[in-house]
């Protein structure tokens, strides 16, 4: 009831944080002006206008300042971070085909999917212009991986949905390509600039990971369970996702049940009833308290890795994140 | 007639440069290889095994080289190249919604936009990493930039398609980004790994520069005169393309001239004898013949600058490849 009112983590990142935060807005407005190409700031605007929770671009401000960086560099990093961020939202939708996004239309049905496409490319293009600019080449290592994980993920993303046998390893991969990969490569590399030990560096990273893997199980969690925030119940199950809570239920079905997900997932013939009768199948597993607890033990293992780094008001901050994400499922 | 038996500047490049060559390849084949998405080497196979002329890589590793390079880090970045190519061909066919490429149906029909979209990014990605391994920061620059100018000129030819106000410096910013901006890159980053001197690199990057630009230039000229390698005449004009023929009869247009242009390229109103007619209109303002010459300029400029870079067989056959770019127009 006092949701609207609470004091969130993230709030008080932003206010920790709020001059560089600045410097990163200013540093994505300035970048993404096309002196050639209109089109390129109207897509973005639109996209990064839609306030986004900043989450990204705090992880890389946060991780580099509690290690006691003072440069400018890790403001670079931030908006390299959103960039890569924003560029595959705006290659999601087309692939997603979403009509919706932050609540608003998605730029691929305001303009086309074209321009979706190539100002997708122009963000990534922009985002290793900038990291380049940190003339730092293990931050540039990390980066670039990141990238490729994230690409890899979406493609197996595509080639497991509606496959009945994806495994809780595969699942694992996509999560990291989706998210996980984004957070700590931004944790790790604000501790690189700052010039941290290697220990704190592996925290750091230990911690994006966590959390990001935390943050998504949530996500695909809340798919099944509903909240408060109007995110649509069983989108998952109409693509054809194969989430944790669906790996589970098939994982111990037998018979009808089998024949039951075959049809529904595997050969994506629906019918009404079908969402009711999955999520009781679900259920019946105990899916979603055991995917809870999973949640859970990331979410402690992300806070568990600051530990090993410098304490702090950040460091608290980030600790309190942890809890933060999964904080709508316990 | 004797065309097919003829040996080309490419042949002989691809002679010369056989060995590294092979390197590339083994590299591009190495790198596609996803553990996790089977379905990203079968994409990039089919794309990359239809045969492309591999003209991007062939002119780092010839930069490299005539500048008296001998290490591996040049065949790292001509598989860079050929990398980011390969990416901007997967996202074009999205783009163009293509049905053929090379004469095989293009991968987003083989397969969907998604996959095309997706393993686009994760070869752009690939490319990064590569490049990264140089360890070469300049190189890193300047790959970075010619990919932003590459998604650059993509936006500003989808939105001057159709445009009639379209200029000449509009149309070049657009071919620098199609075309002359990663062979520049490729001939610039040959130099600077090979530790050449300013002046020779920069000399390197106005012939690759050039080079791209007569080339491009001449698939435009072609797409009005037709050739004998199959390439079907009049599909500019059927996309509303704004190339140099169309900008240059439009800028000599009155009256009912006027009237056509803006009905079949500015509204898209096309019917039966229009290409006919578009090609009259273009002939009486000279303008193939007035874009040939362009070209022949353009390759000259390319041959010209060659002259300040280290003589030798390598030199010898990027100046006949500046040749035989614009020889079928000659």
Known sequence: MTQQLQITPLDRLAAALAEPLEGVGETIRARMVSEHAPRIPEVTEHLIGAGGKRIRPMLTLAASRLCGYRGMHDVRLAATVEFIHTATLLHDDVVDQSGQRRGRPTANLLWDNKSSVLVGDYLFARAFQLMVETGNLRVLDILSNAAATIAEGEVLQLTAASDLATSEATYLKIVRGKTAALFSAATETGGIIAGADDEVVAALHVYGDALGIAFQMVDDLLDWQGDDIGKNTGDDFRERKMTLPIIRAVAGAEGDDWAFWA????????????????????????????????ALGWADRGREALTRCPPGDLRDMLADLSDYVVERIR
């Open 263 to 294: 049809r529904t997932i595997g050969k994506g013939r629906q019918e009404d009833g079908d969402l009711h009768r999955a999520r009781a199948l679900i259920d019946a597993q105990g899916a979603l308290e055991s995917v809870r607890k999973d």
